[in-house]
């Protein structure tokens, strides 16, 4: 258990290098074991997540060397070890193995996946689609066991465009006779990487970043390839949520603003000042933010889930009455308690959270129950009159490197405390 205190009330300004993208970065270490030779990737955050993927990538028998960033893996001598419970535990995608080791070995074993406390977050698409594909799974309580002596090129029309359903059956696609179409695929930038990683391995792929995605068949390439990590930005949004609910001024560089577009319409309509260019975002915020009237989060491109908890704290602050309503995962507004602890006036009812806009927030001890809450709590309490601390921080550190000395370097006065 961890947490870190923070002394609100500091605006945060300066420039920032934001990481490598956390929800890119999991789906292509996993499909790098479909390549039976050398990756280098570069931009690898170093978050506790990737950790975790690493040891599931030795576990396999990849070989892993990961220093400042780069990543080297050399997958050759892999082989179809089951993943253990602890290991699958730790992250919703340690799932995502499985459709690589149906493709590269024809089978795999693993635990269902932990990760964020946010709703139920079951794996039905994923383990329908791979049925679909030729795959034979049975479930042994948490277990599930897979196997395929031939995996068969099929359509696979997905019920909601879940991402990392897309990414499974993309993986397990690579491994299929015949083309494999998915329908009703998710269409976030995370796919079009994932597409771009597969392709370098050798995979014929048209369509990511569409509904339709088709997977023509996989012809493994020998040589070494080098893939980069794009920017973050799930976490670019948070820094600059943090800037924006503090009346500061940040430039975070490294980031493609066609990524943000929905985010960067949010802040926007919130009173902020964004100059945008190919290669960053600068924000000035108002001395106070205006309330947004509706909110919703749903598939990209729109509004993502995973910013929500940020514009929540910001609509806590904003002048005015705004509206967020909770689309994708069902158990995301609980940090709406947490903000209420520190005077925010929030009033939840189903899937939708009614904000009135205080003046000020007052420091708190909170709870930061999942990655993307614990981060929001976090913006909240830099803007909160005095001292807050924001425990489960541990859940941050699964998502967001370095936090602690960004948030310095911009001029916040924070620090870790460790139990
Ligand atoms: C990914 C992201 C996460 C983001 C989410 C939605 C990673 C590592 N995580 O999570 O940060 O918040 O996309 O943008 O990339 N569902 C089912 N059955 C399934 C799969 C999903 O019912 O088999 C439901 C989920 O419960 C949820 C919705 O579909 O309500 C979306 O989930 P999904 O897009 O799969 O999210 P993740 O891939 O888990």
Redesign the pocket.
């Known amino acids: 258990m961890s947490g870190i205190g923070i002394e609100g009330g500091c605006r945060l300004t300066g420039e920032m290098e934001i990481q490598g993208s ?2 890119a970065v ?1 789906p292509v270490l996993a499909a790098s074991i479909l390549h039976s030779g050398v990756t280098v990737f570069t931009h690898v955050p170093d978050i506790a997540d990737v950790r975790a993927s690493l040891e599931i990538l030795e576990l396999l028998g990849a070989r892993t060397e990961f220093r400042d960033h780069f990543l080297w893996i050399d997958a050759s001598e892999a082989g179809p070890s089951e993943i253990p419970k602890e290991l699958g535990e730790r992250m ?2 340690s799932v995502l193995f499985l459709g690589p080791l149906l493709a590269r070995f024809g089978e795999g074993a693993l635990y269902r996946p932990g990760g964020c406390a946010i ?8 383990l329908t689609g791979l049925t679909r594909l030729g795959a034979e799974l049975s479930c042994e309580g948490e277990r599930i066991l897979a196997s395929a002596r031939h995996l068969t090129g099929c359509s696979v029309t997905l019920p ?1 465009p ?4 897309t990414e499974q059956l993309l993986l397990a696609a690579c491994g299929a006779n015949g083309p494999t179409r998915i329908l009703g695929a ?1 269409r ?1 930038p ?1 796919i079009v990487t994932l597409c771009r990683y597969l392709k370098m391995a050798g995979a014929q792929i048209d369509g990511e970043g569409s509904t339709e995605i088709v997977v023509h068949g996989f012809r493994p390439v020998a040589r070494e390839i080098r893939f980069q990590i794009p920017g973050d930005r799930i976490a670019a949004g948070s820094y600059l949520a943090a800037a924006a609910v503090t009346g500061g001024r940040i430039h975070v560089e490294g980031i493609h603003p066609s990524h943000l577009w929905s985010t960067i319409c949010g802040f926007r309509q919130m009173g902020c000042d964004l100059r945008l260019d190919p290669e960053g975002i600068f924000l000035s915020a108002p001395e106070r933010l205006t309330a947004l009237p509706f909110l919703s989060t749903d ?1 990209y491109p729109a509004f ?3 910013m929500q908890s940020a514009f929540l704290a910001m609509m806590s602050l904003a002048d005015g009455e705004s509206v967020m309503e909770e689309n ?2 069902e158990k995301r507004l609980t940090m709406a308690k947490e903000l209420n602890r520190m005077g925010a006036n929030i009033e939840v009812e189903g899937k939708r959270a009614r904000c009135t806009g205080v003046e000020r927030l007052h420091g708190a001890e909170l709870q930061g129950a999942d990655l993307r809450s614990g981060a929001g709590l976090i913006a909240a309490a830099l803007a909160a009159d005095g001292v807050s601390t924001v425990n489960g921080f541990e859940h941050v550190e699964r998502g967001y490197e370095n936090m602690v000395e960004i948030l310095k370097s911009l001029g916040a006065k924070v620090w870790k405390i460790t139990e």
Not at 119 to 126: A, S, W
Not at 162 to 165: D, E, L
């Open positions: 956390k929800n999991l919703r995608s709703g139920k977050r079951p794996v039905d698409y994923h909601y879940s991402v990392g359903a998710a976030e995370e598939p993502p889930t995973d994708v995962f």
